[in-house]
């Protein structure tokens, strides 16, 4: 198939900005159905209007087979944007077909969404981490009937996930020396600086504590080696392509070697995942890839890789969902940010705990226990997601309780089988009547 221009070109652009996979299978998908869509009116990019491209917007949203809600179009209507900002950049048009109003860009939707917050329960994480990845029956025994592949390096991936909150592409992109892990020897813990592969490059240091470094062990001991002495004839033929790491040097903070044919020093922490997932290490025995994860042919796994070792997790916790020691599922399956949102939330209620208990212990004046409550839990977890603004890590604060927890422990008695009307339980739930009062 010929390139078709100048979506090529505008394709590669975006790639270059370092948007992922997804969000590009994404965007292309939109395109490809507007173009559609201007081709059945006898139109094309250039000669699209403003009430073309506000048609599409309404049949995506109405009458497609498929109709979408405003997140999808907010997402299809940014593609959209960029795509038509580029063509004006270029000179292929004048610019977008639509008007910019006071609120914004009138394409959009012009809905703000305050995205929940789903994370896991304690009974939930470890079933999705010993029975989804690690093969395990609900009771703990071994599922004999497991067909599953690496186990060890997916469970200690979630661990990690869970124990530093990390993003998919920060903790599944990390280099063995990173951890302290090159040259056969562990640490106990180990303190991580991102930079490149951190969300819009946004440096921030991250701690891994002692049982995410643990559970490491049977991965790195059993599975790890294994991979590597498979993937040896693989690597060895595309040795061209890869990055020759000659040695590790600054204790663990730069790697030296041979890269297209010229000897270089690269800082790990400013590598981007795509030269990552090419380094390797020419240990005189054979080629060891510095990648933490890596599957098959010895690479760095992608995100689509982790994204299929998931939905197998789920389909396993379907299965055994009906075991009575089987905690209660969500309805959509689990995803690695929710790792990161049960890191956050967690970490959250500890610091916010500990600020309580030093103001009973001091007897600290209200103003300072609220400065607590507010101000240091918040800024702490702020700085370990790397959130650029406070706004997004106050997301938590509403999950700090379970509002449904609430609920049903103040209307465990009450049921209308019990003779409790809605005036009633809505007098309740408004506090307005007491907790003690008796059903009419």
């Given at each position: 198939m010929r390139p078709v221009e100048p979506l090529s070109s505008w394709f590669r652009v975006i790639g270059q900005q370092g948007l992922d996979a997804k969000t590009m299978r994404a965007y292309a998908y939109t395109v490809l159905m507007l173009l559609n869509f201007l081709t059945a009116r006898g139109l094309d990019l250039r000669l699209a209007t403003e009430n073309d491209v506000l048609e599409f917007r309404r049949w995506r949203r109405e009458d497609a087979e498929e109709t979408v809600g405003e997140a999808t179009w907010d997402r299809d209507a940014a593609a959209i944007g960029r795509l038509y900002d580029y063509l004006a950049q270029v000179g292929y048009v004048s610019g977008r077909p639509w008007r910019a109003t006071g609120r914004g860009e009138s394409l959009g939707s012009g809905v703000s969404r305050d995205p929940r917050v789903r994370h896991m329960e304690l009974d939930q994480y470890l079933f999705f981490r010993d029975v989804g990845f690690g093969g395990l029956e609900p009771g703990?025994?071994?599922?004999?009937?497991?067909?599953?592949?690496?186990?060890?390096?997916?469970?200690?991936a979630l661990e990690l996930a869970l124990m530093t909150g990390m993003?998919?592409?920060?903790?599944?992109?990390?280099?063995?020396?990173?951890?302290?892990?090159a040259?056969?020897?562990?640490?106990?813990?180990?303190?991580?600086?991102?930079?490149?592969?951190?969300?819009?490059?946004?440096?921030?240091?991250?701690?891994?504590?002692?049982?995410?470094?643990?559970?490491?062990?049977?991965?790195?001991?059993?599975?790890?080696?294994?991979?590597?002495?498979?993937?040896?004839?693989?690597?060895?033929?595309?040795?061209?392509?890869?990055?020759?790491?000659?040695?590790?040097?600054?204790?663990?903070?730069?790697?030296?070697?041979?890269?297209?044919?010229?000897?270089?020093?690269?800082?790990?922490?400013?590598?981007?995942?795509?030269?990552?997932?090419?380094?390797?290490?020419?240990?005189?025995g054979g080629l060891d890839p510095l990648a933490l994860f890596i599957g098959q042919g010895g690479r760095?796994?992608?995100?689509?890789?982790?994204?299929?070792?998931?939905?197998?997790?789920?389909?396993?916790m379907k299965q055994w969902s009906v075991h009575e020691a089987a905690p209660v599922l969500p309805r959509r399956c689990w995803v690695f940010h929710d790792t990161r949102h049960t890191f956050a939330l967690r970490l959250l209620v500890f610091l916010t705990r500990e600020a309580l208990d030093d103001v009973d212990a001091e007897q600290t004046p209200m103003a300072t226990l609220l400065e607590h409550m507010v101000g240091n839990p918040l800024l702490v977890v702020q700085r370990r997601l790397g959130h650029a603004h406070p706004s997004t890590t106050y997301r938590y604060i509403r999950y700090l309780k379970d509002p449904m927890r609430e609920v049903d422990a103040a209307f465990r008695r009450w049921s209308a089988a019990g003779g409790a009307s809605y005036v009633t339980v809505a007098r309740r739930l408004m506090h307005l009547e007491p907790a003690g009062a008796t059903q009419g």
């Open positions: 703990g025994g071994l599922d004999l009937g497991f067909r599953g592949w690496r186990p060890h390096r997916n469970r200690s993003r998919i592409q920060e903790w599944s992109t990390l280099l063995l020396p990173e951890l302290g892990l040259g056969g020897r562990r640490p106990a813990v180990a303190d991580v600086d991102l930079a490149a592969c951190a969300k819009y490059g946004r440096p921030r240091s991250v701690y891994v504590p002692r049982d995410a470094m643990e559970l490491l062990d049977p991965y790195l001991l059993l599975e790890r080696p294994g991979i590597v002495a498979t993937a040896q004839r693989t690597l060895r033929r595309q040795v061209r392509d890869l990055f020759l790491v000659q040695r590790i040097e600054g204790d663990g903070t730069r790697v030296r070697g041979v890269l297209e044919g010229v000897t270089v020093t690269r800082v790990i922490k400013d590598m981007k995942p795509g030269l990552r997932r090419v380094t390797v290490l020419e240990t005189g760095m796994l992608t995100g689509s890789g982790w994204d299929r070792i998931r939905w197998r997790a789920w389909k396993r």
